[in-house]
């Protein structure tokens, strides 16, 4: 099982801000298969990115990921009030598929 | 619009079967270019992936659930099932339905049900 470690687990910022947000897994991972979810209280997770740095459809342009091998990491530009959440990376090329712990972005 | 909907008991007594059903609509479970799956929330905690399943029937599931998983397609009603048995404390989450885009490229849960908290207790 490829066990993915986020850091920080929580990230303390101000709206305006660059958030990086980092994923890291225990084994090599296919950049077509690592994407990035946020999760809002009382939410169903939202796709943000697959394939390491694919938008998902909808998603603005401040969000964006990359990374490859065994480092990813997903930044988002310019930090509006909406983006405070918590922030999963998940892998799907492996089976089981996985998820990190998540990363909790806080004003 | 896609929309996909959880339904099932919210309360499920230990030593029991957890069984939910997702509700698919705007979409067909039975095109090849998705497969279907259900993920898991403990309160507070992260997300665990418990299996998926394919327009043919094929399924896969997390190994740390498989002997107690099953999950089914209902095409005539467009709705796939969860079935976990033997369900313990540790099993009480919100669990999600969710879709998978089988395409060109591989798109993990683009859309999701809302959820819904099953809590097992006696």
């Known amino acids: 099982e490829i066990v993915l470690t986020q850091s920080p687990g929580t990230l303390s910022l101000s709206p305006g801000e660059t958030a990086t947000l980092s994923c890291r897994a225990s084994?090599?991972?296919?950049?077509?298969?690592l994407a990035w979810f946020q999760q809002k209280p009382g939410q169903a997770p939202r796709l943000l990115i697959h394939?390491?740095?694919s938008r998902a459809t909808g998603i603005p342009d401040r969000f964006s990921g990359s990374g490859s091998g065994t480092d990813f990491t997903l930044t988002i530009s310019r930090l509006e009030p909406e983006d405070f959440a918590v922030y999963f990376c998940?892998?799907?090329?492996?089976?089981?598929?996985?998820f990190g712990q998540g990363t909790k972005l806080e004003i | 619009q896609v929309q996909l909907q959880e339904s099932g008991p919210g309360l499920v007594k230990p030593s029991e079967t957890l069984s939910l059903t997702c509700t698919v609509s705007g979409g067909s479970v039975s095109l090849s270019s998705y497969y279907w799956g259900w993920i898991r929330q403990p309160p507070g905690k992260g997300l665990e992936w418990i299996g998926s399943?394919?327009?043919?029937?094929?399924?896969n599931y997390n190994p740390s659930l498989k002997s107690r998983v099953t999950i089914s397609l209902d095409t005539s009603n467009n709705q796939f099932s969860l079935k976990l048995s033997s369900v313990t404390a540790a099993d009480t989450a919100v669990y999600f339905c969710?879709?998978?885009?089988?395409?060109?490229?591989?798109?993990?849960?683009?859309?999701w049900g809302q959820g819904t908290l099953v809590t097992v207790s006696s």
């Open positions: 969710a879709r998978v885009v089988d395409g060109y490229v591989l798109i993990p849960f683009d859309y």
């Open positions: 998940h892998q799907y090329g492996s089976l089981p598929w996985t």
């Open positions: 394939a390491a740095s």
């Open positions: 084994q090599r991972i296919s950049s077509t298969y």
């Open positions: 399943i394919y327009y043919n029937g094929n399924t």
